[in-house]
């Protein structure tokens, strides 16, 4: 069945460290590849997201490439904040079916001043 | 625009009792999804409906959960009898209609089995 690995956590960096949390999937078809952001105390919200091969989603200074090559969609970031301290999920919306959305285990950042 | 709504947002129960979660999509929201997030996992889908009807539910565990989604609009989730292994927290998602990307999901409901 299609799935998502992630890199082990925890991640743990100073403010304005360069961020990189890898993330590879295994999935029939084309799927959609996404990052979802978990802020402490709050819901899942979508951060980023690509559609189709050597696409790249960007936001918040956050972006991922979805390379179908290596079967991967790695996060990065160039200056990392305080703010930006989270559980930072990789998914995949599969393609055909009930599209529905699978999740990796989680990654958690925590940014030190 | 108001979010997804979930109540309640704590609940701890023993083994073997009953519990319910309810979901309040957001406005015009067709599809809707309930999520189990286990401590230290990614959520895994529990049951997706579109409008009134279910699309898919191919992870629910019949035996002892069950959902509904009357009118099309609120849900509601039941375990019945609870295990121990049910603890996680229970995440409600909507999205404007099935194949959509985006997801908006509410807070959760966190379930303690004791």
């Known amino acids: 069945g299609n799935s998502v690995t992630q890199m082990e956590g925890p991640v743990t960096l100073s403010e304005e460290a360069f961020l990189t949390i890898n993330c590879t999937y295994t999935?029939?078809?084309?799927?959609?590849l996404f990052w979802y952001v978990q802020y402490p105390g709050e819901g899942l919200q979508l951060l980023l997201k690509a559609t189709k091969a050597d696409d790249k989603g960007s936001n918040k200074g956050f972006e991922a490439t979805y390379r179908k090559e290596t079967t991967s969609f790695h996060l990065e970031k160039g200056s990392v904040q305080v703010s930006d301290s989270a559980v930072y999920f990789c998914?995949?919306?599969?393609?055909?079916?009930?599209?529905?959305?699978?999740f990796g285990k989680g990654t958690k950042l925590t940014v030190n001043p | 625009e108001a979010g997804v709504a979930q109540s309640p947002r704590y609940k701890i129960i023993e083994k073997r009792q009953s519990v319910a979660f309810w979901c309040n999509p957001i406005?015009?929201?067709?599809?809707l999804y309930w999520y189990q997030q286990i401590l230290g996992q990614g959520p895994k889908l529990l049951i997706q409906f579109q409008n009134n009807g279910v699309v898919d539910d191919s992870q629910l565990p019949k035996d002892r959960f069950s959902a509904e989604r009357l009118k099309g609009v609120d849900s509601t989730l039941k375990i019945q009898p609870a295990k121990l292994e049910d603890s996680a927290v229970y995440l409600c998602?909507?999205?404007?209609?099935?194949?959509?990307?985006?997801?908006?999901f509410g807070p959760g409901t966190r379930l303690t089995v004791l």
């Open positions: 998914a995949l919306r599969e393609w055909g079916g009930s599209e529905k959305l699978v």
């Open positions: 406005s015009g929201h067709a599809t």
């Open positions: 998602a909507s999205s404007p209609e099935a194949g959509t990307d985006t997801q908006y």
């Open positions: 999935a029939t078809g084309y799927p959609s």
